[in-house]
């Protein structure tokens, strides 16, 4: 099992940055997949990014050049930088941690992007 805990939402202006934490219970490097999903009110949720440690990373089109997925060993956490932020991207942020056959979430963090 894990526990994921994120952090760093908020509201920004369109065109700004976040940058949003999961910090995980156990060693990240025992996990096989973590990632990034959203859910906009109305809307299902939906994978943004995510990471196999083996080095790959995947994005969703509607952020792939704005957003960047990352991982801290040392420090059990994954990130997700936000750049040139949109309208569009307002939703609840998850943390998703796969570990064999199970998938684990984080409670969410909200994102608001204003106009």
């Known amino acids: 099992q894990v526990q994921l805990v994120e952090s760093g939402g908020g509201s920004v202006q369109a065109g700004g940055s976040l940058r949003l934490s999961c910090a995980a219970s156990?060693?990240?490097?025992?996990?096989?997949?973590m990632g990034w999903y959203r859910q906009a009110p109305g809307k299902e949720r939906e994978l943004v990014a995510d990471?196999?440690?083996?080095?790959?990373?995947n994005y969703a089109d509607s952020v792939k050049g704005r957003f960047t997925i990352s991982s801290d060993n040392a420090k059990n956490t994954v990130y997700l930088q936000m750049n040139t932020v949109k309208p569009e991207d307002t939703a609840v942020y998850y943390c998703?941690?796969?570990?064999?056959?199970?998938?684990?979430w984080g409670q969410g963090t909200q994102v608001t992007v204003s106009s």
């Open positions: 990471v196999i440690f083996r080095g790959f990373t």
């Open positions: 998703r941690a796969s570990i064999g056959p199970s998938d684990y």
């Open positions: 156990r060693s990240i490097l025992s996990i096989n997949r």
